[in-house]
T-cell receptor, first 114, second 119 residues
Framework: AQKITQTQPGMFVQEKEAVTLDCTYD???????LFWYKQPSSGEMIFLIY??????QNATEGRYSLNFQKARKSANLVISASQLGDSAMYFC???????????FGPGTRLSVLP | GAVVSQHPSWVICKSGTSVKIECRSL??????MFWYRQFPKQSLMLMAT?????????EQGVEKDKFLINHASLTLSTLTVTSAHPEDSSFYIC???????????????FGQGTRLTVV
């Protein structure tokens, strides 16, 4: 069974600084996909970044980058130059080899301080 | 990006009645749809996975007779909460995967979510 762990229930960061949100996972699948989503108070799920397990390079999308360490089974999200609008819940998620079993971690609430 | 429309956005119903939530992929064909339930300040809990033309696969602990999922076409999946009770009050959200991504583990698009309150 797949499992996602996010050990930081809440994080604070000063505006314009970088922050790392931790995510570790457990799976026996040889191939899988890792995702990060942002959920503001409105409830919508906003896709941030995707990393395939066989991708050689770490994924980057604008201010978001994913620090993928396959041997350690970790997929940490790095947000550079934090903005006040980044304050939200952040979820790490994983999908299995066949695009099924799309499960989420417990989430981290990020608060950006002015 | 692809658009998934979920309707209604919020609904209040009386205890004992049934409520249907629709999830439509507007500009792509969805081979797989996921249904989640989210309690306040908690994560998304996967309830079931439905593949078009097949019966939904329910997660352990989710009552299939209470949460009826239908995925009759490539653009529509519905979740019906039958005989709703106050403890069913929650945020329900769907996610869809495109046919073009079938067999891979990339991309899933979310609906806006439905806030259900049972009184």
């Amino acid at each position: 069974a797949q499992k996602i762990t996010q050990t930081q229930p809440g994080m604070f960061v000063q505006e314009k600084e970088a922050v790392t949100l931790d995510c570790t996972y457990d799976t026996s699948d040889p191939s899988y996909g890792l995702f990060w989503y942002k959920q503001p108070s409105s409830g919508e799920m906003i896709f941030l970044i995707y990393q395939g397990s066989y991708d050689q390079q770490n994924a980057t999308e604008g201010r978001y980058s994913l620090n993928f360490q396959k041997a350690r089974k970790s997929a940490n999200l790095v947000i550079s130059a934090s903005q006040l609008g980044d304050s939200a819940m952040y979820f790490c998620a994983m999908m299995d080899n066949y695009g099924q079993n799309f499960v989420f971690g417990p989430g981290t609430r990020l608060s950006v301080l002015p | 990006g692809a658009v998934v429309s979920q309707h209604p956005s919020w609904v209040i119903c009386k205890s004992g009645t049934s409520v249907k939530i629709e999830c439509r992929s507007l500009d792509f064909q969805a081979t797989t749809m996921f249904w989640y339930r989210q309690f306040p300040k908690q994560s998304l809990m996967l309830m079931a996975t439905s593949n078009e033309g097949s019966k939904a696969t329910y997660e352990q602990g989710v009552e299939k007779d209470k949460f009826l999922i239908n995925h009759a076409s490539l653009t529509l999946s519905t979740l019906t909460v039958t005989s709703a009770h106050p403890e069913d009050s929650s945020f329900y959200i769907c996610s869809a995967r495109a046919v073009r991504d079938a067999g891979r583990n990339t991309e899933a698009f979310f609906g806006q979510g439905t806030r259900l309150t049972v009184v």
